[in-house]
């Protein structure tokens, strides 16, 4: 059911609203995950987060694939599309990267990581959590995705960006 009161507002102040909504979203991710991580340590907090990620990047790519209509083997396109519409897609600078047999997708400024650097904390080792987020997210846009990851932290061989993730298509 639609909030009657979200009628009331511009195109640009939603938009503004979605942002805000975005920032919200990923900071009750990062309490919840703060927490944890403190009172239980990193291997549990990131244990619990795997696990999080499983479900929710399901779900939030089902979500968009039925807002943009997008078959079941939509490919690269599918894949693009989807991506940009992601919540980090309201916050994170990005970019996608395409060839005729790939797509890239760097993150070129992570929020979480900034977030963490400004804190003093050290950075969130995000690769373990990131092949699930990023490879089922593409697997449910289309099952023939292949994503492997080519920088991540903790594993870090490209210091341009904080991640990035290429994807292509298993032929069958």
């Keep these: 059911m639609m909030n009657p009161y979200l009628e009331n507002f511009t195109k640009e102040e939603l938009i503004e609203l979605i942002e805000i909504y975005s920032k919200n979203w990923l900071a009750m991710d990062g309490l919840w995950f703060q927490r944890f991580e403190k009172c239980y340590g990193m291997d549990v907090a990131m244990e619990n987060n795997c696990k999080v990620w499983e479900s929710f990047t399901v779900i939030e790519a089902k979500k968009i694939m039925k807002f943009l209509n997008l078959p079941e083997h939509s490919g690269f396109d599918g894949l693009e599309k989807a991506l940009k519409l992601r919540f980090y897609a309201n916050f994170s600078k990005d970019e996608i990267i395409r060839t005729e047999d790939s797509l890239t997708y760097r993150m070129l400024e992570c929020r979480v990581q900034h977030a963490?650097?400004?804190?003093?904390?050290?950075?969130?080792?995000?690769?373990?959590?990131?092949?699930?987020?990023?490879?089922?997210?593409?697997?449910?846009?289309?099952?023939?995705?292949?994503?492997?990851?080519?920088t991540c932290f903790p594993d870090v061989r490209d210091k341009t960006c904080h991640c990035a993730w290429k994807f292509t298509i298993r032929e069958k």
């Design 116 to 150: 963490r650097e400004r804190k003093g904390m050290e950075f969130h080792p995000c690769k373990s959590v990131g092949i699930i987020e990023y490879g089922d997210f593409a697997k449910t846009i289309d099952n023939r995705f292949e994503t492997e990851c080519l």
